[in-house]
Each structure stands twice: as C-alpha cells, then as structure tokens.
C-alpha cells in the first residue's frame, strides 16, 4: 500500500517538476524562471522525503534539511541579484512583462 | 494504521505540491505565480514531513526532532523567498500595480 | 663538521637573515657568523690540501638514475676558490654592515648574499659536473637578486634582468655541454671524466661539447661579446660589486676553465678559441675603461679586461700558463675588491661617482685615497705590489706561447698594448679622482669614511703589498696546489718572485707604464670624437634590440594565431583530447560486447531532465541569469540521480557546489560584460561542431567502456576494510581522509595555492571599500533573517563534520555548508558584494588550513608511523551520538577551514572588483 502511495506521490511530483520546467522555458523574465527554480527545489526535496519514507533510507534526511535550509541561498541571491542589478539599465531582463 | 495513514498523507502532501506548482503555470501574472509555490507547495512539503514523521516514529520505533526541524525551517524561508521575489519584481517594474481590484486578477 | 658542510652552512645561513631582521637582529651578524665559521672549517684542512696536495671527497647519492649526485671534491683549486669566497666574502658582509643604511631591506640583502656565497662555494667544490650547473644556475638567481636590490631603480631592474638573460642562457648552454660530456664518458663525476680525456678529445663531438661549455664560462666572466652585461650589473650596491663582479661570480667562468682544463684544454680549438677570446676582451676592455666617466664603469671595464687576461693565459699551451692565471685570479680578486670599496666610500662620502665631477679628494679622505692609489697601482703593474707578479708572469707566457696566425708577434704585442691602457686608466683613476683642484659642487662634503667602513679596505691593501713583497712565503703554496690540481698533473718548478733578472717581460712592463702614462697625458688628441660614439654600449644596444625583436616576433605570432583567445585555446585543447582519446578508445571499444542498457525509468527521467536543462544552457548561453538557472537544473537532476542512487555523500557535495557555483557565477557575471556577438564563419562553425561532437562522443564512449567493461572493482575492498582499518561506517569519507589521506591532502594544498593566486591577482584591484551609493541598506526582512539562518548553517556545517566519519558528512561537506552560509550573509548586507573588510586575512586561514591538516601526520610521523598514519578515540556524546574522535577528525578539520576560506576568499573578491564599463562592442 506504502509502495503504491509512494507512486502515486512521486508521479504527482513528477507532474509538479514537470510544471516547473513549464514556466521555466516559457519565463517570460528571468524572475519567472528563478520562480520555477525554486519551486522545482522544494518539489526535488519532496522527492527526496518521499523516497525516505518508501524506501526506508533515513541517510538521505541531512539532504532533505540541507535543500531546505539552503535552496532559499539560491533564490535569495539571483532575486537580490536582479533586484539591485549591477548594471545600470539591467541588460539580463528580458522583453516585456509577465 | 500507520501505513494508512502514511499512504494518504503522502499522496495528500505530493498533490499538494502539484497543485502549487500548477499555479505557477495557470496563474496570469508574476505576483500571483509567486503564491502557487510559497503557499502551497510549502504545505505539501510539510505534509509530507508529516508523514515522514509519523511513519519513522511508528515503524521505525524513534521520534526524532528532524522533521520537525525541517518544517521550522520550511516555515521562515518559504516567505522570505516570496517577499524577496516580489521585491525584485516591483524594483524592476515600479509601474506595475499592486493593490488590486477584486476580479482583476482573473482578467 | 668537515668540507662538505661549507656550501650547505651558507645556503641554510640563507633562510635566516629575513627572519632575524623581523626580532630586530643584524642580519649582518649571520653573515658574518657564517663566512668565519667557513673560512675556519677551510682552513682545518690546509694540511692536507695544500700542503701535501691530496683531494678530498665525498659523495651522497641525490638522483643516482639521472647520475647526479651530492659529490663533493675539495683540492687546490677548490681551496684557492673558495678562500677567496669566504674570504673576501667576510670582508664584504663588514664593509656592508656599515655601507647600508640600517633601514633599508637587509633581510633582503644578506638573504641572496648568503645564498651565493653556498653557490659560489658549491661550484668551487663541485665533483659531480651536473651538481656544478646546479649551484651555476644558483648563481646567476641569487646574483639576479643582488644587483636588483635597489628595486625602485629602472637601471638595477634592467641590468639584473640583463644579467640573469645573459649568465641564464649561458647556463642552459653549460648544461647541454655538460650532459653531453657525461653521455661520451658515462659519467659525470670528475674523477671518471679526467681519466678518459681522451676518450672525450677524440670525440667527433667533441668541438660542439667544447663550444657550449665555453659559452658558459664566457657569459659568466663577461667575455667579449657577451661582456655588456658587466657594466650594467654596476647598478647593483657596491658591496655586491666588489663581491660578485670582482671576486668571485664572474671568476666563476674562469675557475669552470680551470676544472676544465684537464679534460677539455690541449688542443687547437681550445687554443684559439679561449686565447682569441681573452685577448680580445682583454683590449676592448681596456680600451672602454679609458673612457668610462662612472667610477663604478670604470672598474668593471678594468675587470672584464682583467678577466680576459686570465681567459688568454688558461688559453695558452704553455705548462705555466694555469699558474699564472691562477696567480692573477687571486690578485686580482684582492685589488679589484679593495678598489670598488675604495669607489664605494667615495660614492657614499661625496655622493657621486662621476670621475668628471670628483677632483682633489687627496687632501679630505688621505687615507682611502693612499688605499686607492695603492690598490690602483697594483691594477697598473707597479713593482712591489701583487699585480706586478702575475703581469710579468704574464708576459713571460705570451712569449713562450706558441705563434698565433703563424706569428710570433701578436700576443706579446697585444699584452703591451692592453697594459698600456691598464696602466693609462689606473693613471686616469687615480690623477681625477684625488688630485686637481678641490671639487665643487658635491652633495656632501667629502671626508673620511667611518672607521670599519675602511677596515676591510686596508686589509685587503696590505694584502696587495704583502703577496707583492712576499709571494713565495705568502702564497707559493697555494698557488702551487691549485695549479697541480688544474692540470692534474706535475708542473715544472717554478718559484714567483720580485725579481728574475732584466728580461724582456721587464721591458713590456717599462714599455707599458711609460706608455700608459704618455696616453693618458695625451689621450685627447688620440681619441678625439671616440667618446662621443661610445655613449651607449654596444652590447646593449644589440641585446635590447634582440630582445625587443623576440618580443615583437612573438605578439606578432600571438597575433596570427589568435592566441589572444581563449577560443583558439579550447580548440587546441580539445582536438587534442579527441586525438589522444580516439587513439586510445577506439582499439578499446572492439573489445566490448554490448550489454544491457535497459535501465530503471527513474534514471532515465532524470537523465533526460538533466540533458533538456543542459540543452537550456547552451541555447540560452547569451543571457546569462537563464544559463546559470538553466546549469542548477542540471546540477539539481544530478543531485537526485545520486540520492536514487543512494550516495547521499555525492548527492549532498553535489548540491553544495552547485549552490556556490552559483553564487560564483553571479559575481562574476557582472565582468564578464555581454557575450560578443558570434563572428564565426560557417566553416569554422562547422569545425567547431565537429569539434564538439567528437569530445562528446569520446566523453560517452569513455563513459560506456568503463561501465560495460568487466573490471575487478576496488570497492568491495574498501568496504570491507573501512571499519576494521578506518574506524568509521561513512565509507567515502574514509577514503578521502584514511586511505587516501595523502591525496586529499596534495588537493587541499592545491586548493589553498590556488586561492591565494586569485587574491594575489585580484586582491590589488578590489575596492578598498565600495561608494555608499552603492550600498542599499539591508531590507529589514533580509536583516532579520540572516542571522537565523546563518546560525542555522554553521550549526548544521558542525553536525555534518563530527558525525562525518560514520555518517554522511565530513569536513568538505562542512565546510561547504558553512561558507554557503557565510557568503549568503555578505550577500545579504551587501548586493554589490562589497563587504567592508578585506578578506585578505583569508590566506592565513588558507596557510591555517593546511598546516592543519598536516598536523596529525607530521604527529603520525614523531611516533614513528607513516605520514598521516591515523590514531583513534570513541567518545559518546549526548544528541550527536557516538563521535570518533581521532587524528583523521584533526585533518579533516583543516579540509574544512580550507574549504571555508577559499570559497571566502574568492566570493568577495570577485564581488570588490570594479566594474569596468562595456565596450562598444558589448553594447550593442
């Protein structure tokens, strides 16, 4: 029953990445697609609880607190980065609005 | 039980992520995308931490402290990456208005 | 203690004087200490050495395979050389304890003195011909630092750089001869190459070994063409004048003639080729120093007519001819030196050294100019001093010598005329610098030197007289060893004395000093216009000119082949990995049978996550925010590969390093401007798609080899051994910090090195501090927050290194996890990455890091285990659990603090650069 759930659940993930790409490849400004980042981070982490459990392998659970923990670094910094951008007119952003 | 319960949270917490990943998908605008994943898709992970925790507590027999841990953490950084997000959004597009009328957000 | 001791004494001596100036101790005091305690160990052996002529040796093997060898020989010539080494050398170190002012750099003075002096006492004493070209290149290094003391100096930088071209290139020279010599003998220790001397002279090869050895004698004792250097080295502080450019660097050439001359020496080649060679530079030489307006120019003129004296007499095939020379190189050594100190206490009591500036100096400084006359009148040949003796020994050789050119005149004639000269400068020196009228004009009033600044002066002066006087008694002996020991044979008797009846070689002398000084008295009308056109020398003019020529020819090349870009570097790389692996691979891939590939659905998903985020990153590889989240989309794929693989270790480091690469990528991104728009022709975009292609299929075929091919893994001995041998459950993190402790330790030491080369090349151009405008406040939410989290991350970095050992972790991960962490708060406070402190003290952590890490080996070592062998300790502690505690925990702690700070010293530097505004061309 665990193992069907576990499938379930990880299909359901799968879809949510796969969503994540979506937007990713669609964007339309860079602030879309580090939105999809992190979205796709925290699905990746549930991935990864989800695994655990199934599975039964509690190693994997300092990744899990890492990509917590850390993942937030990522977004954090190219959100701060776009936002003061160190240019003056920020040439990375992309054409039109969202 | 345990199983049974662990069974559902699982498929609860996966389709909860699903449906915050969904909105950023269908969602029209930027600051309303940003809600699908701080929102909803922190819950499904919490969700599933549930569940870590009940099954290990369970089946494995320990209660340890790390998914509680982790959904702490979930917790403080889930909205400071949407407020970041929002602020770089509104940094680059001042124009864009925020206080909303009802309805305008589905146009 | 014994011989041996003497070169090592110096060259460790060298090591002190920097650390010595920091606890404010004269590092003139090693010096000295060193040079005393040498010349005490040499002359220990004066029983043997000189006076019963044996040799002695000694040999430790260093490289057997290669033939080299630590072999020491101590014989004559040796004991003459190195007696003038420590000798002289311990007069210098006095002199310049109180030449130099005491605020200047001394550690830095005396550092490079000692270590030439271990060199030049190397070469003396060198049995193994290769160990010689070794303390050669010595030399010319430490000499390099010598002359360049005076830093902030455009000439010292020039003439250092001139003379390290010079001396260096000869060297190069000198060891092919040398490895030459060796591949005809068999060996290269001198014993075995005397002995077959003839074996060696018979050799066809045998002019083309004679020519690179003698270009390596000539370079270093400025023989004409390459004497230009000489000069030029004058800009160095005159102590190291009067030490390496009078004593002994440029005797260096002379003496490797003399070691030579057993085995090269004898034959027509060798005659015409050293004795045409020393002639001329003997007469150029002299000529020059006629004209010379520096005192130092003149000096150094009058060494390299000296030294191509001394070339002609090794030349000659006369069986007294290497005594004389000999002879002279002693004398020489002693009168030169005491001449450029006497130049060098005129430099620093008047502050010039412009002969046309300096007048009448008699009357303020008698006493340093009765030394200089003296010492000058030596150089000239007047009898009673030592420069006397081996001129007329001199002369008596070039008369005895066979005939040049098939005539008899030439030599004895040249040895007049370039006597006259000598004797016509020492006159110039001597009359313009002490007599005349009293100079005006001077910075300084002239006076005399403090009292130890002249000491060493006069020794060296009452030296001269005293050989003059005496030179059987004082040095018959020793010459008499070095001369047998320099033909290695019987020599006929021959006593050096005052007096040997009214012979011709007398009547060369009156010839030359009457005649030196009617030249002098009418050198204007001799040489008029002559000055003029010798302004600029020569020789540096066509070695400026060559170098300008190799410079320009190489940007032009640079040019041509568009090595400016990296572009045309990756290519070259890359077609060279193609090669080298369809060479490898291709035979390879016969061998294999297909196997199944079938593979868990899973891991195809992720696969092809990974290569649809790869396909973003190249397609999108003009916008770089898209790239760089398009390249964490791979790294997170990977992430997840290797935890369904179950190697939460690699999954963990590989999310670490893709968050800091990000971080790195978005400090960087900013200088990197846009990508210039692609100009490629589509050939070569054809080439380069070929290119890539084939690097990938190498990369898959490579990959698919390895993992089709049936190989005894090694794993499974890991496995087994880990816990009964490394303590610890965490397999991987025992390979990396037990079994294969010494790599993770050299790739730490890389690590470190490598950070410490981007602070170094960064460090300078970094802001000091960035504008306030540039400086948003933290927002409040970042500020609240950051604290929260950083403690959060340093706490977890500590969870993951002490349960590293059994558990996923270790000091890599850690120290990942904690710089994240950090360099999150420095990004927080400050966008720009600008933060206010220096991170310069990061290479203290780095060099922190790695002695660290090094601890528990070297301990490992004191106990008498092999490096890095590990100790253990199980301690339970609350909430952690079990913690190993051993010496490994030690060494991983330094992997963490190394890693810690290299990311720290990176990051913000990279975020301190200015931004240098986009060219045209980026703007687009």
């Known amino acids: 029953m665990l193992t069907i759930a576990g499938t379930i659940a990880a299909a359901c993930l799968a879809l949510a990445c796969a969503c994540c790409l979506w937007r990713l490849v669609r964007g339309p400004t860079s602030l879309d697609r580090v939105l999809a980042l992190d979205t796709l981070v925290m699905n990746s982490a549930a991935l990864v609880v989800v695994f655990t459990i199934v599975h039964g392998r509690e190693e994997m659970f300092e990744l899990v607190f890492v990509i917590s923990l850390l993942g937030l670094v990522s977004t954090l910094s190219l959100a701060r980065f776009i936002e003061t951008g160190r240019f003056g007119s920020d040439p990375f952003e992309e054409e039109g609005d969202g | ?107 | 203690m014994n011989f041996t001791w003497l070169p090592w004494l110096a060259l460790f001596g060298a090591l002190l004087p920097g650390p010595l100036r920091r606890l404010r101790i004269d590092p003139a005091l090693v010096a000295g200490a060193v040079a005393t305690l040498g010349l005490g160990l040499l002359i220990r052996t004066t029983p043997e050495v000189v006076v019963l002529g044996q040799t002695l040796k000694s040999s430790v093997p260093w490289v057997p395979s290669l033939g080299l060898a630590i072999s020491l020989r101590l014989d004559g010539l040796g004991f003459l050389m190195c007696g003038l080494i420590l000798g002289i050398g311990l007069l210098v170190v006095l002199y310049a304890r109180y030449y130099l002012k005491p605020e200047e750099a001394t550690g830095r003075f005396y550092g490079p003195l000692l270590a030439f002096m271990g060199a030049m006492l190397g070469i003396a004493l060198s049995e193994n011909l290769l160990l010689l070209v070794v303390f050669w290149e010595l030399t010319s290094i430490s000499s390099f630092l010598l002359i360049s003391f005076w830093q902030f100096s455009t000439d010292a930088r020039r003439g250092a750089r001139m003379a390290l071209t010079v001396t260096g290139l000869g060297g190069l020279a000198l060891l092919a001869g040398v490895i030459w010599i060796g591949q005809i003998v068999g060996s290269y220790e001198l014993t075995q190459v005397i002995e077959h001397a003839d074996v060696l002279k018979a050799h066809p090869h045998y002019p083309a070994v004679l020519c690179l050895v003698l270009l390596g004698a000539f370079t270093k004792s400025a023989q004409f063409p390459f004497h230009f250097w000489l000069p030029h080295a004058m800009a160095a502080p005159t102590p190291v004048s009067a030490y390496l450019h009078s004593a002994t660097m440029v005797k260096a050439g002379v003496f490797l003639l003399a070691r030579c001359y057993p085995f090269l020496a004898g034959t027509e080649l060798w005659f015409y080729l050293v004795t045409i060679t020393g002639m001329l530079t003997l007469l150029i030489g002299s000529f020059l120093a006629l004209f010379q307006n520096d005192l130092k120019g003149l000096l150094a003129y009058s060494t390299v007519s000296h030294l191509g004296l001394i070339t002609l007499l090794f030349g000659l095939d006369t069986d007294l001819a290497p005594k004389a020379a000999l002879l002279h190189l002693l004398n020489h050594a002693v009168f030169k030196a005491s001449l450029f100190m006497a130049a060098g206490i005129i430099d620093h009591e008047t502050g010039t050294r412009d002969l046309r500036r300096l007048s009448g100096l008699f009357k303020p400084m008698p006493v340093t100019a009765t030394l200089a006359i003296v010492a000058a009148a030596s150089m000239a040949g007047i009898p009673l001093l030592n420069g006397f003796l081996s001129k007329e020994m001199f002369f008596t050789e070039t008369l005895d010598a066979d005939d040049i050119f098939g005539r008899s005149w030439i030599l004895p004639v040249g040895a007049t005329l370039a006597s006259v000269l000598s004797v016509a400068y020492s006159v110039r020196f001597v009359r313009q610098a002490f007599f005349g009228p009293p100079a005006t004009g001077l910075e300084k009033t002239p006076h005399e030197p403090p009292r130890w600044l002249r000491v060493p002066v006069e020794l060296l002066v009452l030296l001269c007289i005293a050989i003059g006087v005496a030179p059987a008694l004082l040095v018959g002996d020793l010459i008499h060893a070095a001369a047998s020991a320099c033909v290695q044979g019987e020599l006929p008797p021959y006593t050096i004395a005052l007096w040997h009846g009214f012979n011709t070689p007398l009547v060369m002398s009156i010839v030359a000093l009457i005649g030196g000084i009617l030249v002098y008295a009418r050198r204007e009308r001799l040489f008029r216009g002559v000055e003029a056109r010798l302004s600029v020398s020569q020789g540096r003019r066509a070695f400026e000119g060559i170098v300008a020529a190799l410079v320009g020819s190489s940007q032009r090349l640079e040019r041509a082949l568009r090595l400016d870009q990296v572009t045309t570097h990756l290519r070259g790389l890359l077609a060279c990995a193609v090669l080298v692996s369809a060479w490898l691979l291709l035979p390879a891939l016969a061998r294999v049978s297909p196997t199944n590939t079938s593979g868990d659905l899973v891991l195809w998903v992720l696969c092809g996550v990974a290569l649809f985020a790869l396909a973003g990153v190249l397609l999108k590889s003009e916008r770089p925010l898209t790239a760089i989240v398009y390249s964490s989309i791979v790294g997170l794929a990977v992430t997840l590969t290797f935890a369904y693989l179950s190697a939460p270790d690699l999954a963990l480091t590989q999310l670490l390093v893709e968050l800091v690469a990000i971080l790195l990528l978005l400090a960087a991104v900013p200088h990197f401007g846009l990508p210039p728009r692609d100009k490629r022709s589509s050939p070569v975009r054809a080439l380069d798609g070929a290119l890539a292609l084939g690097v990938g299929g190498a990369v898959t075929i490579g990959c698919w080899l390895m993992l089709s091919t049936d190989v005894a893994s090694i794993s499974r001995y890991f496995l087994e051994k880990s816990v009964p041998l490394g303590q610890g459950n965490n397999v991987v993190n025992v390979i990396l910090v037990d079994f294969r402790g010494f790599d993770t330790f050299g790739e730490v030491t890389v690590l470190a090195i490598a950070s410490l080369g981007i602070l170094a090349l960064f460090d300078h151009l970094a802001q000091r501090q960035a504008p306030s405008d540039l400086r948003p406040r933290t927002p409040l939410f970042l500020q609240s927050v950051t604290k929260l989290l950083l403690n959060l991350a340093l706490l977890t970095a500590v969870f993951l290194f002490l349960r590293g050992h059994n558990a996923p972790g270790g000091g890599f991960i850690a120290g990942l996890t904690a710089a994240v962490g950090l360099v999150f708060v420095y990004q927080a406070r400050n966008p720009t990455g600008a933060p206010a402190r220096r991170p310069a003290s990061m290479s203290r952590w780095l060099a922190a890091g790695v002695l660290l890490a090094a601890l528990p080996g070297v301990a490992a070592m004191l106990f008498g285990r092999a490096f890095l062998t590990a100790g253990h300790v199980h301690l339970p502690l609350p909430l952690v659990g079990e913690v190993h505690l051993s010496t490994v925990l030690v060494f991983d702690l330094g992997v963490f603090v190394v890693v810690v700070a290299t990311v720290l010293a990176i990051l913000p530097t990279l975020g301190r650069l200015p931004l240098g505004k986009p060219t045209a061309e980026e703007e687009r």
């Open chain 2, 1 to 107: 039980m345990a199983e049974v319960v662990v069974s559902v949270l699982l498929v609860l917490g996966a389709a909860l992520a699903l449906v915050g990943s969904w909105g950023v998908v269908v969602l029209p605008r930027f600051l309303s995308r940003i809600h699908g994943p701080s929102v909803v898709t922190t819950g499904g992970l919490g969700t599933l931490l549930l569940a870590s925790l009940i099954w290990f507590w369970f089946d494995g027999g320990r209660l340890t402290g790390r998914e509680l841990l982790v959904s702490f953490v979930l917790a403080v950084t889930a909205p400071i990456t949407g407020h970041a997000l929002s602020r770089a959004w509104l940094a680059r597009h001042p124009k864009d208005p925020v206080d909303l009328g009802p309805g305008r957000d589905d146009s």
